[in-house]
């Protein structure tokens, strides 16, 4: 077998055991529409610096898919600025299911964060990825990695905690009740 073929077993190897979650992980930044374009440059670029890929292969992939999910949202976020001015003008207010309700919380929450504090929360809850691998896929100490999980764990609760107070009703004090009318 030559080295090109071995390579190319290799990164079939790679995609079948990863391709999956990689998907996943774009699918929940840029939605199912750009994650394959998303996977291909992960794996394009992984077959261009095969040489450079580690034993522990993910947290790589998840680096590359990271910053090519950053490279996608700038691209397309000049392209969409114009949409944006354009269809604000003729929304209507469609009514919001819970889901919708839920994810915009969470996207408030994520919103409330900065940046690395809501990635690091993203690789830990929707990808699943320990601290050590949050490290190697956002250049960090694993000291690092877990400092800003516990911290935007906090923060995120704080965010959480707030968005929740501001929803409650109103308390209501023996003032404001109105006395029951006897009876004869």
Not at 168 to 178: C, D, L, N
């Amino acid at each position: 077998m030559t080295s090109e073929h071995r390579d190319q077993a290799w990164l079939e190897e790679l995609f079948d055991r990863y391709g999956g979650r990689l998907r996943a992980f774009a699918i929940r930044r840029v939605g199912p529409d750009n994650a394959d374009d998303i996977v291909s440059e992960v794996f394009a670029i992984t077959w261009q610096r095969r040489r450079e890929v580690q034993d522990a292969a993910l947290p790589w992939l998840y680096q590359l898919a990271r910053q090519a999910v950053l490279h996608h949202l700038r691209a397309s976020s000049r392209r969409s600025a114009l949409a944006d001015t354009i269809a604000a003008g003729s929304r209507d207010q469609p009514a919001t299911s819970a889901e919708d309700q839920s994810q915009a919380l969470v996207d408030s929450i994520l919103d409330g964060l900065n940046e690395t504090d809501a990635e690091v929360l993203r690789l830990t809850v929707w990808d699943q990825l320990t601290p050590s691998e949050i490290a190697q896929v956002l250049d960090l100490s694993p000291a690092a990695a877990r400092n800003r999980l516990m911290r935007a764990r906090r923060h995120a609760q704080e965010l959480y905690e707030s968005h929740a107070s501001d929803r409650a009703p109103a308390p209501t004090t023996p003032s404001s009740i109105e006395p029951c009318p006897t009876l004869t």
